[in-house]
């Protein structure tokens, strides 16, 4: 199962953009690359997801680098509400099962 | 739609003991899987379904058991519950109009269970 790699924690001040980076150097050419996060004790929800091409929705930006061995989720005005566990997951073809990681923490400061 | 629900929200279960877990969604959706979150740690998959009457094992199988008689309800058993089922729950379920690989799962709130 093709892995992802994301840092432990991060942190952004109110209202600045937010970049998290995801690597998963050994992605097949047909797996997807989602984004979803973990609101405390709550449910994941999804945020983002693409194949090769930038995508924006009105929740983010995903940036995939060209040889897609890497992406980042892009917040671009993070509020507090955005404090949340930000899971990056590879979906691949063929098969139901999705590999969570630990994800990265997002704390936002006031 | 309600989305994706989940009973019981919280459960307290004795070693030994059993329980059915429910999950319900209204979204019509042919996918749905059950994953387990310990503290600190991401999802693991147990069990999921592709469809009404099927089943399969996910990463951490034992000790659950599943079925989907309706399309809407994927149910959870323990059937002797043990100390390391202490977890959250979660149930998801998914429509892969887009092929699986970029299907987008809905998640439930969690049922957080403790067995003693």
């Known amino acids: 199962d093709a892995k992802t790699t994301q840092p432990n924690s991060m942190e952004s001040n109110e209202e600045e953009p937010v970049h998290l980076p995801c690597n998963h150097s050994?992605?097949?050419?047909?797996?997807?690359i989602h984004w979803y996060r973990q609101l405390p004790s709550q449910g994941p929800e999804y945020v983002i997801h693409?194949?090769?091409s930038n995508v924006n929705n009105r929740m983010a930006s995903l940036a995939i680098a060209e040889d897609r061995k890497s992406s980042t989720l892009i917040l671009h005005r993070a509020t507090l509400r955005d404090a949340a566990v930000y899971y990056c997951?590879?979906?691949?073809?063929?098969?139901?099962?999705?590999?969570f990681g630990t994800g990265t923490r997002l704390k936002v400061l006031a | 739609n309600a989305g994706v629900t989940q009973t019981p929200k919280f459960r307290v279960l004795k070693t030994g003991q059993s329980m059915t877990l429910l999950c319900a969604q209204d979204?019509?959706?042919?996918?749905m899987y059950w994953y387990r979150q310990d503290p600190g740690m991401g999802l693991r998959l147990i069990h999921y379904?592709?469809?009404?009457?099927?089943?399969a094992k996910g990463e951490v199988p034992d000790g659950y058991n599943v079925s989907r008689l309706k399309k809407q309800n994927f149910l959870l058993g323990l059937e002797s519950a043990a100390p390391s089922q202490t977890s959250v729950y979660f149930c998801?379920?998914?429509?892969?109009?887009?092929?699986?690989?970029?299907?987008?799962?809905?998640f439930g709130p969690g049922t957080r269970l403790t067995v003693l």
């Open positions: 379904s592709v469809g009404e009457g099927t089943t």
């Open positions: 997951i590879l979906g691949s073809s063929g098969t139901y099962k999705y590999i």
């Open positions: 050994t992605i097949s050419g047909t797996d997807y």
């Open positions: 979204m019509n959706h042919e996918y």
């Open positions: 998801a379920s998914s429509y892969s109009a887009s092929g699986v690989g970029a299907d987008t799962q809905y």
């Open positions: 693409g194949l090769t």
